[in-house]
T-cell receptor
Framework: GQQLNQSPQSMFIQEGEDVSMNCTSSSIFNTWLWYKQDPGEGPVLLIALYKAGELTSNGRLTAQFGITRKDSFLNISASIPSDVGIYFCAGRDQAGTALIFGKGTTLSVSS | DSGVTQTPKHLITATGQRVTLRCSPRSGDLSVYWYQQSLDQGLQFLIQYYNGEERAKGNILERFSAQQFPDLHSELNLSSLELGDSALYFC???????????????FGSGTQLSVL
């Protein structure tokens, strides 16, 4: 079935550094969503993207819907300890069925 | 708080048993989704219901079934449980399944199932 490739799998950074992660698909997507999951909790929606080329910010987070419609990027600027968690990309292809999730990027921030 | 309620939070059972996981969607949301999260497989879509009817099916085993009731809460039934069924099971809800390009999923806190 449809798969999303999310990278990197994990990141270890210093507080204050910027972070970038991305997600690619084998087919064209109409929707890209970025979620964050804390331990013991469900994923929480960070940013939603619906148009190719769209660039959307949520505080220190910025995400982009790739022009090819087969990828998306999430950037976190000036990371802080509470940014620690697992970040998931999710997308919906043209068939319009349920959201498909990447395997996540685990972010660790040291102070 | 996402507004999606899942119970129980933890469930420990034995192989061969049957369990029921319950989900109450956000107020006003008509669509409910079930996802399974395991360490090696990430979040896997199981099944979606919209206003009581099955809408989409993912990688759901035949031993698993779900339904959505008139009050819109949903139950996921897992039977003949195996060790490999141990995972986090999430329910999510959304309000606009007929407008996929505007749909956002809101997740509950999950049910941790341990099959011993």
């Amino acid at each position: 079935g449809q798969q999303l490739n999310q990278s990197p799998q994990s990141m270890f950074i210093q507080e204050g550094e910027d972070v970038s992660m991305n997600c690619t698909s084998s087919s064209i997507f109409n929707t890209w969503l970025w979620y964050k999951q804390d331990p013991g909790e469900g994923p929480v929606l960070l940013i939603a993207l619906y148009k190719a080329g769209e660039l959307t910010s949520n505080g220190r987070l910025t995400a982009q819907f790739g022009i090819t419609r087969k990828d998306s990027f999430l950037n976190i600027s000036a990371s802080i300890p509470s940014d620690v968690g697992i970040y998931f990309c999710a997308g919906r292809d043209q068939a319009g069925t349920a959201l498909i999730f990447g395997k996540g990027t685990t972010l660790s921030v040291s102070s | 708080d996402s507004g999606v309620t899942q119970t129980p939070k933890h469930l420990i059972t034995a192989t061969g048993q049957r369990v029921t996981l319950r989900c109450s969607p956000r107020s006003g949301d008509l669509s409910v989704y079930w996802y399974q999260q395991s360490l090696d497989q990430g979040l896997q879509f199981l099944i979606q219901y919209y206003n009581g009817e099955e809408r989409a099916k993912g990688n759901i085993l035949e031993r698993f079934s779900a339904q959505q009731f008139p009050d819109l809460h949903s139950e996921l039934n897992l039977s003949s449980l195996e060790l490999g069924d141990s995972a986090l099971y999430f329910c999510a809800s959304s309000s606009h399944p007929d407008m996929p390009t505007n749909e956002k999923l809101f997740f509950g806190s999950g049910t941790q199932l341990s099959v011993l």
